[in-house]
């Protein structure tokens, strides 16, 4: 992606579709407040929408992921498998 060619075809046209990105992103963020779903990702990048404020610093355009839910749902569910497990062999013996 960090070709000549991919400026022309993807950055280029991204900032010349700029008022069409900001009116997507209103559109988008008025509907995720309106249900209450939480967007942090969107909300930290809806910011640089701004043409006002500098661009995300090359090499720094990661967003800190929140691995907590997914941790939550991974001992959930081995919990459950081990509870099956340990019946299942009751009922076996």
């Avoid at 579709?17 to 963020?29: C, G, I, T, V």
């Avoid at 249900?35 to 720094?60: N, W």
């Amino acid at each position: 992606m960090n070709t000549g060619w991919a400026e022309l075809a993807m950055a280029c046209h991204a900032n010349v579709a700029r008022d069409e990105m900001q009116q997507l992103a209103d559109k988008f963020r008025a509907l995720a407040h309106a249900t209450d779903v939480s967007t942090p990702a969107t909300d930290a990048l809806y910011a640089y929408l701004d043409p006002s404020r500098p661009s995300i610093a090359y090499g720094s355009a990661q967003l800190p992921l929140n691995w907590r839910g997914v941790w939550i749902a991974l001992a959930s569910g081995l919990s459950v498998l081990a509870i099956l497990r340990g019946l299942n062999r009751r009922r076996l013996s």
